[in-house]
């Protein structure tokens, strides 16, 4: 059993920054960040392993840095260069084991904290 919380949303201007952060409880292999928007499905946009693999959505490649403290069992999500279309609602997740065939997926996760809102205004 893993439990995930979120903290860090708020509301930026383009061009800010924010950092996310995802508290766990229990054992997870991989911890991931995905978002949602009003209307849309739930898309990843960076997961990260224990041993250090990562993947990213192409649309926030080299703006966004997953990180994690494997001492704290803490997850981070560094967001710079933020844009409007970067508004959402923003969820931790967990797999318990191994790295997912589909790490972008968000049916790969069993595990999912009640998210933080990030506003984008332009």
């Known amino acids: 059993q893993v439990q995930l919380v979120e903290s860090g949303g708020g509301s930026v201007q383009a061009g800010g920054s924010l950092r996310l952060s995802c508290a766990a409880s229990?054992?997870?292999?991989?911890l991931g960040w995905f978002r949602q928007a009003p209307g849309e499905e739930r898309e990843g946009v960076a997961v990260?392993?224990?041993?250090?693999?990562?993947g990213y959505a192409d649309s926030v490649k080299g703006r966004f840095t997953i990180s994690r403290d494997n001492a704290k069992n803490t997850l981070y999500l560094q967001m710079n260069s933020l844009k409007p279309e970067d508004t959402a609602i923003y969820y931790c997740?967990?797999?318990?084991?191994?790295?997912?065939?589909?790490?972008?997926?968000?049916?790969?996760?069993?595990?999912w904290g009640q998210g933080t809102q990030v506003t984008v205004s332009s």
């Open positions: 990260l392993s224990r041993a250090g693999t990562t």
């Open positions: 997740a967990a797999r318990n084991l191994g790295w997912p065939p589909q790490p972008l997926r968000a049916y790969e996760y069993g595990y």
């Open positions: 229990g054992y997870a292999y991989t």
